[in-house]
């Protein structure tokens, strides 16, 4: 199999609810530890990427410790503060060492060992096509960018979009990377049919929602 490493990406303002989401309770665990046991279940090693340390306070340090002496991997912040997913996913691909990187949100919470292992299958045609990244798209257009796989080598092409944004003070959003790319589409519903796993959780009824999803689960 492809030697594969995931970057976690727990940057976000989380404005919509009042900040910090990865630690946000979700029944008896943090938010983002539902994506890293699936990962520990997969024996995938991971990096955590966090706010730029501008944004560091005694809780947040508190909490970091925890996910780093809990899961014992790698824990790393945004190298530029409130520059968007690019900067993280950048910021976590410095520190791997794999052929590809699968990049995953702190708020996906039903992302499933299922979901990643279809999305995986897509290496071996990536590899023999070329393709840089493999990215899920929805029937309407709507792709799925940060459930997705990257070719470790994209990351020149991230260092000269950071070297852009810094220059002329912008944001790029990730379509602009992926825009770079030669990416490979897949069906939505190959990962997923009950698309379940690209629910994101951004605003607190969304929480309760999902909380529900999980109980059930169990």
């Avoid at 995931?6 to 665990?29: C, D, H, Q, V, Y």
């Avoid at 799925?144 to 092409?157: A, D």
Wanted: charged share 25%; aromatic share 8%; hydrophobic share 40%.
């Amino acid at each position: 199999m492809v030697m594969i490493s995931a970057i976690i990406l727990s940057g976000g303002n989380a404005t919509r609810m009042g900040g910090e989401k990865p630690f946000r309770k979700l029944n008896n665990n943090y938010l983002i530890e539902n994506i890293a046991n699936v990962l520990i279940e997969m024996n995938i090693p991971f990096t955590v990427v966090f706010k730029h340390l501008n944004n560091l306070d005694s809780e947040n340090i508190q909490k970091q410790h925890y996910m780093f002496e809990k899961y014992r991997q790698t824990i790393t912040w945004d190298i530029l503060n409130n520059k968007g997913p690019i900067i993280g996913i950048l910021s976590g691909m410095r520190i791997l060492n794999t052929e590809w990187v699968i990049v995953l949100p702190c708020d996906m919470p039903l992302i499933s060992k299922i979901s990643i292992d279809k999305l995986l299958n897509y290496i071996p045609i990536a590899d023999s096509k070329k393709y840089d990244c493999i990215i899920p798209k929805h029937e309407n257009g709507y792709i799925e960018p940060l459930f997705s796989i990257y070719k470790k080598s994209s990351i020149r092409i991230l260092e000269e979009l950071v070297k852009i944004s810094i220059k002329e003070d912008k944001t790029f959003p990730i379509r602009r990377f992926i825009d770079e790319l030669n990416p490979l589409y897949v069906p939505v519903d190959e990962i997923d049919p009950t698309k379940k796993t690209f629910v994101n959780v951004n605003t607190h009824d969304d929480l309760k929602v999902v909380k529900k999803e999980v109980k059930n689960k169990k």
